[in-house]
């Protein structure tokens, strides 16, 4: 896992920047990172997905937003576990 800085304008992903390193990463690779809404939204698929054995979300407890999704697919299901993370979000402008 790494930790990145995404920074969105307009609710469009505009620079995503490797937070230990600093590098910023290519545009090409945008499209693996999500807005906060596009996190709300992967939420709802996964409730109704048929596919889905558990999902748990945590959020923060200020602002609302969700910090971490965990997603256990059923057992005939291979390979499709995954865990979202989210910390430090705030406003820039």
């Known amino acids: 896992m790494r930790w990145c800085l995404v920074e969105v304008d307009r609710d469009t992903i505009t620079r995503v920047t490797e937070v230990e390193s600093g590098d910023t990463v290519h545009s090409s690779e ?19 997905a048929d596919w889905v054995d558990e999902l748990l979300v945590e959020y923060d407890s200020i602002y609302g937003y969700p910090t971490e999704i965990k997603l256990v697919s059923k057992p005939v299901v291979t390979d499709l576990d995954a865990v979202y993370y989210a910390r430090n979000l705030r406003r820039v402008r």
Do not use: G, N
């Open 30 to 48: 945008l499209r693996y990172f999500d807005t906060v809404d596009e996190r709300f939204e992967l939420i709802h698929s996964f409730m109704e």
